[in-house]
């Protein structure tokens, strides 16, 4: 499997963009013009998401010059984080035979599944993909790049979509499917009656074995929504595949305001990086947060992947390097710890430490004292169990 892959893929989108922009408008124009346009288009977009009174929740995807900027943009940038997530967790490409995407916007959990297809080297690779949005602009758009997308990757199966808002999507009893994906929607709506209508779709449309994929942005509120539905369907049986290391209730939802995201390198793409320039964003990294469970068949018990003490916890934090100490927090079964390791103590047993990167499962032989601190000592053991993958 290729890592080049999806930056291969990301580059022929990015230089090819503004020639279908104009195969598809018959109007020849400005490149510049158009960064330009999309530029101010993003700055208004973010300053409604940051904004819930200006009701852009419900009006963006009405809206063709937003959703527009948003297909563009948010496309290129959340399309790796999927792709990441299905290669880290080693999901079988095999299993993938069909999917529902909720709040599908321009297709983006689909369209990172077909990539990850491809990238798998899967023999006649298949995928259905069923794509749910109350914006018709948003689920046509879908509709189109996904076909578009699957010819060019030779990846077969059928594509419908839908424009329906999710409290009113009702889906068929008799096409249960192996993936369940929402991506940038738990942030729009609302928690509780919201809330449990994602639950009962969970329950009700993903066979035994299969998955349920959720991708938010890096923020408290969208975070805790993800924690809060993980948690529900944990209770239920479900198995916890990422981040966290086993499935068990989350210690974060302990205590309010806590929470975690993901921190991934990529190669940004030039068009990115001339939007940020005008916009005034930065994605020189890609943060979010998500959670992929996947349904226990009958009779199989979530809690039997519990890890044994001092292996069960993944990193939470950056690495905080400060005079004299490096930081890191972790989280485990029971609650969230900082480790601390003074300068002068590194040692071969404990430099794992100085490596570790953002959700990667770490294990280590030292006593968790009783204010949720572990001091390393020379001889005590720190070590990576496994490395989260760099991104594409």
């Given at each position: 499997m290729s890592r080049s892959g999806l930056s291969e893929c990301l580059f022929e989108w990015d230089s090819g963009w503004i020639e279908r922009m104009r195969r598809s408008s018959g109007v020849d124009f400005d490149r510049s013009e158009v960064i330009a346009e999309l530029g101010i288009a993003l700055r208004e977009l973010n300053r409604r998401f940051t904004d819930s009174s200006d009701g852009v929740l419900d009006l963006y995807g009405q809206d063709p010059r937003l959703r527009k900027a948003?297909?563009?943009?948010?496309?290129?940038?959340?399309l790796p984080k999927v792709v990441h997530v299905l290669l880290a967790h080693a999901v079988d490409p095999l299993r993938l035979r069909s999917m529902l995407d909720l709040g599908t916007g321009p297709g983006t959990i689909p369209l990172g599944v077909l990539t990850f297809l491809?990238?798998?080297g899967a023999v006649a690779p298949a995928m259905d993909c069923v794509c749910v949005d109350r914006s018709r602009g948003f689920a046509d758009l879908?509709?189109?790049l996904i076909r578009s997308w699957r010819e060019s990757l030779d990846i077969r199966g059928r594509t419908r979509q839908l424009a329906v808002d999710l409290m009113d999507y009702r889906h068929p009893v008799s096409a249960p499917v192996d993936l369940l994906g929402m991506g940038n929607m738990l942030t729009e709506i609302?928690?509780?009656g919201a809330l449990r209508k994602v639950i009962r779709l969970a329950e009700s449309v993903v066979v035994e074995g299969g998955l349920f994929l959720m991708i938010e942005p890096a923020t408290p509120g969208a975070a805790r929504k993800v924690l809060a539905v993980r948690d529900e369907l944990v209770s239920r049986n479900w198995r916890v595949e990422g981040p966290c290391p086993g499935s068990y209730a989350c210690p974060a939802m302990k205590r309010d305001?806590?929470?975690?995201?993901?921190?991934l390198s990529w190669s940004r793409p030039v068009l990115i990086g001339d939007?940020?320039?005008r916009a005034g964003f930065d994605k020189q990294f890609l943060n979010f947060t998500y959670c992929l469970l996947r349904r226990s068949p009958a009779g199989e018990l979530s809690g039997a992947d519990a890890a044994s003490p001092g292996r069960g916890y993944i990193v939470v934090s950056d690495l905080l390097a400060s005079k004299g100490k490096y930081e890191v927090y972790l989280c485990g079964r029971e609650r969230k710890v900082l480790v601390k390791l003074e300068k002068k103590h590194v040692s071969a047993s404990n430099r794992d430490l100085l490596?570790?990167?953002?959700?990667?499962?770490?294990?280590?032989?030292?006593?968790?004292?009783?204010?949720a601190r572990i001091e390393l000592t020379p001889t005590?053991?720190?070590?990576?169990?496994?490395?989260?993958m760099e991104g594409q």
């Open positions: 948003y297909s563009v943009y948010y496309l290129l940038a959340n491809s990238l798998s879908a509709g189109c609302s928690a509780g305001g806590d929470w975690c995201h993901h921190r939007l940020d320039r490596r570790v990167q953002r959700y990667d499962r770490v294990g280590f032989e030292a006593d968790i004292g009783r204010d005590s053991s720190f070590f990576r169990i496994s490395h989260t």
